[in-house]
C-alpha cells in the first residue's frame, strides 16, 4: 500500500498483490462478476478501503474496497459511491461498510 493520488494507482496496484476480480453492489450482498455468484456479508471481508473525494460542490467521494472471501480464496476489487451505499442495499449489508461511508 502507498499513497495514491488516482483510483487507477489504487486498482493497479491490488491487482498486482492478487485482487484481480470484479465485485458490484447488490441489495443484500456483492455480485462476483466472473462468476454471478452472490456474496452476502457474513461471507466476505473487506481488507483494504481507499476513498476520494469528489469536487467539493455536492461532493460524495467514491470509495474502493478490497475484498477478499477467506472461505473460496478470492480477492477483488468493489468501487462505488458513497451515495450509492447510503441508498441502495440492505442494513446487514450497509453495516459491513459502516465506518468507510462517514469517515
Known amino acids: 500500500m502507498g499513497n495514491y493520488t488516482t483510483k487507477a494507482e489504487v486498482i493497479i496496484d491490488l491487482q498486482e498483490r492478487g485482487y484481480d476480480q470484479d465485485f458490484v453492489l447488490a441489495s443484500e450482498g456483492i455480485l462476483f462478476l466472473q462468476q454471478g455468484e452472490l456474496y452476502r456479508p457474513d461471507e466476505f471481508d473487506v481488507t483494504e478501503t481507499y476513498r476520494f473525494e469528489k469536487n467539493q460542490r455536492n461532493s460524495d ?6 475484498i477478499r472471501s477467506w472461505e473460496k480464496d478470492i480477492r477483488g476489487i468493489l468501487m462505488t459511491s458513497v451515495r450509492n451505499l447510503e441508498n441502495n442495499i440492505s442494513i446487514h449489508l450497509s453495516s459491513k461498510f459502516a465506518a468507510d461511508i462517514y469517515r
Open 61 to 66: 467521494g467514491d470509495l474502493i474496497y478490497a
